[in-house]
Nanobody
Framework: QVQLVESGGGWVESGGSLTLSCAAS????????MTWVRQAPGKGVEWVSD????????NYADSVKGRFATFRDNAKNILYLQMNNLKLDDTAVYFC?????RGQGTQVTVSS
């Protein structure tokens, strides 16, 4: 059974940084492409980033390119999203995703 548990969200001032984690279990993590998505209040789900199984390919949405970094620790089955220079528009619930499976999310709130 696929389990994805996000953590690391919180409140941060504009320009600050946070690193999110996603602990994965129940599937072959190291060979799975993993995705970060987010959902801002009143908006639809937005794709943020994805990373191939062994990290050889990483893609970012234009809105976060140059500010966010996705990486993974396949030995620990953990996916990370390092977020720098956070903006008000980054306020959202962040989810990690594998295929159609998604965790419960972690809230990120950026204030001015």
């Amino acid at each position: 059974q696929v389990q994805l548990v996000e953590s690391g969200g919180g409140w941060v001032e504009s320009g600050g940084s946070l690193t999110l984690s996603c602990a994965a279990s129940g599937f072959a993590f190291s060979s799975s492409t993993m995705t970060w998505v987010r959902q801002a209040p009143g908006k639809g789900v937005e794709w943020v980033s994805d990373i191939s199984g062994f990290g050889s390919r990483i893609n970012y949405a234009d809105s976060v390119k140059g500010r966010f970094a996705t990486f993974r620790d396949n030995a620990k089955n953990i996916l990370y999203l390092q977020m720098n220079n956070l903006k008000l528009d980054d306020t959202a619930v962040y989810f990690c995703q594998r295929g159609s499976s998604r965790g419960q999310g972690t809230q990120v709130t950026v204030s001015s």
